[in-house]
């Protein structure tokens, strides 16, 4: 994972979960993990470079028994992974429309992952 500046307004927390992504100007999806996630926003590997400020439509699986997050983002910075045989794009996306109670979920979810960290 990119381990450049972290100059968030809100915490992240490493959790693994699934995610689709697509350009809002394209038919194809990426279908992924998370690498973190936060209120602001989520950070994923992908194999492809979707471009810099393009909008896009998630669906994010929390994994909390709950339905699908569906939302819209921003892709607000790329880097690529250097070092690997394939090419992979760290990419973060700011979510754009994310509902109170979506949000409140992840909140939950990362305080407690972030807890758990600190209680160790």
């Given at each position: 994972?990119?381990?450049?500046?972290?100059?968030?307004?809100?915490?992240?927390?490493g959790?693994?979960?699934?995610?689709?992504v697509?350009?809002?100007?394209s038919?194809?999806?990426?279908?992924?993990?998370?690498?973190?996630?936060?209120?602001?926003?989520?950070c994923?590997?992908?194999?492809?470079?979707?471009?810099?400020?393009?909008?896009?439509?998630?669906?994010?699986?929390?994994?909390?028994?709950?339905?699908?997050?569906?939302?819209?983002?921003?892709?607000?910075?790329?880097?690529?992974?250097?070092?690997?045989?394939?090419?992979?794009y760290?990419?973060?996306?700011?979510?754009?429309?994310?509902?109170?109670?979506?949000?409140?979920?992840?909140?939950?979810?990362?305080k407690?992952?972030?807890?758990?960290?600190?209680?160790?």
């Amino acid at each position: 994972m990119w381990s450049g500046i972290n100059r968030r307004k809100f915490p992240r927390a490493g959790y693994p979960c699934r995610i689709t992504v697509r350009r809002k100007d394209s038919p194809d999806a990426v279908s992924t993990q998370t690498e973190n996630i936060g209120i602001g926003g989520i950070c994923v590997l992908i194999a492809k470079d979707l471009g810099i400020f393009a909008p896009v439509e998630i669906d994010l699986d929390l994994q909390d028994s709950q339905p699908v997050v569906r939302c819209d983002g921003t892709i607000v910075w790329i880097v690529e992974r250097k070092g690997q045989q394939d090419r992979n794009y760290d990419t973060g996306i700011e979510f754009t429309d994310l509902t109170r109670k979506d949000s409140d979920r992840i909140s939950f979810i990362v305080k407690r992952i972030l807890e758990k960290r600190h209680g160790e």
